[in-house]
């Protein structure tokens, strides 16, 4: 990604997103207190997706990953995670990425609500200069909406550059290792992680800690799957061999301390 932690296809996406909102409200200024709220509503859920870490490439079905040959499961990682000693450390870089996220996030949220009243008074002010209702509302919304923007990027890009990074880790407390992916258990159900992985993917072998993790960096985001387990060695090979398939390891092998 470049400028900082968002990319350009979340860029395209708030652009495209605030003039077809704005067009929405100017002329349908009756119910603009319910586009402002399917705004804020497709913003959060739309940051999430993009936000979202995609490691492996193209699409296997979860039906095809279930029913192909099975190398490893792991049905309750949690118990091996919890012997970790130096899990807390994660931790707290983990809830640091979590600030970093949330508060551009709240500032929105406050900048909304306090504000979403003022905007047909802004409309009607710029009526006279434009000679259309219409065109000076499509004005006061888009002025609010780019304001929301502009909160979100400029926080960020503060905070990131007092941080240097952020580090995301998930860490699933149950999964299966497949010949055509990765399932990963959650709350709605088993998400697949395709082989092969993308390019960019790197692998982080610690024996001692008894995990692999499948990582990816885009710019300074870094996203860190840790696959806890009894055979991290051999978890790590399979991965090497069915992950980056046709491609040098790269990856990143810490030294037991």
Same mark, same amino acid.
């Given at each position: 990604?470049?400028?900082?932690?968002?990319?350009?296809?979340?860029?395209?996406?708030?652009?495209?997103?605030?003039?077809?909102?704005?067009? *929405?409200?100017?002329?349908?200024?009756?119910?603009?207190?319910? $586009?402002?709220? &399917?705004?804020?509503? %497709? @913003? +959060?859920?739309?940051?999430?997706?993009?936000?979202?870490?995609?490691?492996?490439?193209?699409?296997?079905?979860?039906?095809?990953?279930?029913?192909?040959?099975?190398?490893?499961?792991?049905?309750?990682?949690?118990?091996?995670?919890?012997?970790?000693?130096?899990?807390?450390?994660?931790? *707290?870089?983990?809830?640091?990425?979590?600030?970093?996220?949330? $508060?551009?996030? &709240?500032?929105?949220? %406050? @900048? +909304?609500?306090?504000?979403?009243?003022?905007?047909?008074?802004?409309?009607?002010?710029?009526?006279?200069?434009?000679?259309?209702?219409?065109?000076?509302?499509?004005?006061?919304?888009?002025?609010?909406?780019?304001?929301?923007?502009?909160?979100?990027?400029?926080?960020?890009?503060?905070?990131?550059?007092?941080?240097?990074?952020?580090?995301?880790?998930?860490?699933?407390?149950?999964?299966?290792?497949?010949?055509?992916?990765?399932?990963?258990?959650?709350?709605?159900?088993?998400?697949?992680?395709?082989?092969?992985?993308?390019?960019?993917?790197?692998?982080?072998?610690?024996?001692?800690?008894?995990?692999?993790?499948?990582?990816?960096?885009?710019?300074?985001?870094?996203?860190?799957?840790?696959?806890?387990?009894?055979?991290?060695?051999?978890?790590?090979?399979?991965?090497?061999?069915?992950?980056?398939?046709?491609?040098?390891?790269?990856?990143?092998?810490?030294?037991?301390?």
């Amino acid at each position: 990604m470049s400028m900082v932690q968002y990319g350009w296809k979340q860029a395209l996406l708030s652009q495209v997103s605030i003039i077809v909102f704005s067009l *929405a409200a100017a002329f349908f200024r009756h119910y603009y207190g319910y $586009i402002i709220l &399917l705004f804020f509503i %497709v @913003y +959060f859920v739309a940051m999430a997706k993009l936000n979202k870490s995609k490691a492996g490439k193209g699409k296997v079905p979860v039906e095809e990953m279930q029913a192909s040959k099975k190398f490893i499961e792991e049905k309750n990682a949690r118990d091996i995670m919890m012997e970790d000693k130096e899990l807390s450390k994660d931790m *707290a870089e983990q809830m640091n990425a979590m600030k970093i996220m949330m $508060i551009p996030s &709240l500032i929105v949220m %406050v @900048y +909304f609500f306090l504000l979403w009243k003022y905007v047909p008074t802004i409309g009607d002010y710029l009526t006279p200069y434009v000679n259309s209702h219409p065109i000076a509302y499509f004005l006061a919304f888009l002025l609010y909406f780019e304001g929301s923007f502009a909160i979100t990027w400029g926080s960020r890009i503060y905070m990131l550059r007092k941080t240097g990074h952020i580090v995301s880790y998930n860490m699933p407390t149950s999964y299966r290792v497949t010949e055509k992916g990765i399932l990963v258990g959650g709350l709605l159900g088993q998400q697949p992680i395709p082989f092969p992985l993308e390019d960019d993917v790197e692998l982080n072998l610690n024996e001692k800690r008894k995990f692999v993790e499948i990582i990816q960096t885009k710019d300074r985001n870094i996203i860190k799957i840790r696959l806890y387990t009894k055979q991290p060695r051999r978890l790590y090979d399979i991965l090497v061999r069915y992950g980056l398939k046709g491609r040098k390891p790269g990856d990143k092998k810490q030294e037991e301390k």
